[in-house]
């Protein structure tokens, strides 16, 4: 079924759920369609009695549930009481569905610190950038990446460790020091504001349930206060 086709059958007065994200928290939203326009892949939807409609803007990635069927949009236009989206391609059911845990972004004036540490020597220090129970995400610029690679060299070229992640330590703000086991399962590069590369890196954790705890604390009071800070917008 081609995505015209499938525009084609969302009818106006119809509710389609409408899902973004704000600080990695997963907002779902029930609207009503207003209008489509299946040949330019337009769907406009009734926000006037939404809350979050400041939550969709340019820089958003959109997705609209249909069915089964999740369609990946980018907002078009929203202005007063209309949000417009044009509609990309049919997707797999996005990251923040899927997701068992809840990530979410640390502040600037409460940063979580990551270290990533080879026996008692923690070689890079930097903060996370978003935090769940199951991984942290980091950004790091070339000189750190350069570091942390000279780290994860030493693990690799012994073979009989090839396979066991490394130890990281997590300094949450109030909830205190989380030692952990962390395996790279990702990362890429992101152009900063001069020019300058950073490589954004995501590690699996694997902790004790004393240590997970913590975690989970920081993570709850920080959905808290992110979604506070939703309803006062």
């Known amino acids: 079924m081609s995505l015209t086709e499938i525009l084609g059958d969302i009818k106006s007065g119809r509710e389609c759920e409408v899902i973004t994200s704000w600080k ?7 609207l009503k369609v207003k209008w489509v326009s299946p ?13 979050f409609k400041h939550l969709f803007s340019d820089r ?8 089964e069927l ?25 990251p923040i569905v ?27 220090k930097v903060k996370a950038v978003d935090i ?25 070229s012994d073979i009989q460790r090839i396979h066991t992640p490394f130890d990281i ?5 109030r909830e205190g020091t989380v030692r952990t086991k962390g395996e790279l399962k990702k990362h890429n590069n992101i152009i900063g504001t001069q020019g300058d590369i950073y490589i954004r890196l995501g590690f699996k ?16 009071r920080r959905q808290r206060e992110i979604l506070d800070q939703i309803k006062s917008l």
Do not use: H
């Open 24 to 30: 990695e928290i997963p907002i779902r939203l029930k």
């Open 132 to 156: 769940s129970e199951s991984g942290v995400g980091v950004l790091v610029n070339q000189e750190e990446a350069g570091r942390l690679i000279d780290l994860l060299s030493q693990i690799v």
């Open 169 to 173: 330590e997590i300094e949450l703000p």
């Open 70 to 94: 999740f369609i990946l949009c980018k907002v078009f236009s929203n202005i007063r009481d209309e949000l417009v989206l044009e509609a990309d391609s049919p997707v797999p059911a996005p």
């Open 39 to 51: 040949l330019e892949r337009f769907i406009s939807f009734d926000v006037k009695n939404c809350k």
């Open 98 to 124: 899927l997701r068992e845990f809840i990530r979410v972004q640390p502040t600037e004036k409460e940063p979580v610190y990551v270290s990533f540490c080879i026996s008692e020597d923690c070689v890079v």
């Open 205 to 220: 954790l694997d902790m004790e349930e004393s240590q997970r705890k913590k975690i989970r604390q920081y993570v709850m």
């Open 60 to 67: 958003s990635q959109v997705y609209i549930k249909v069915g």
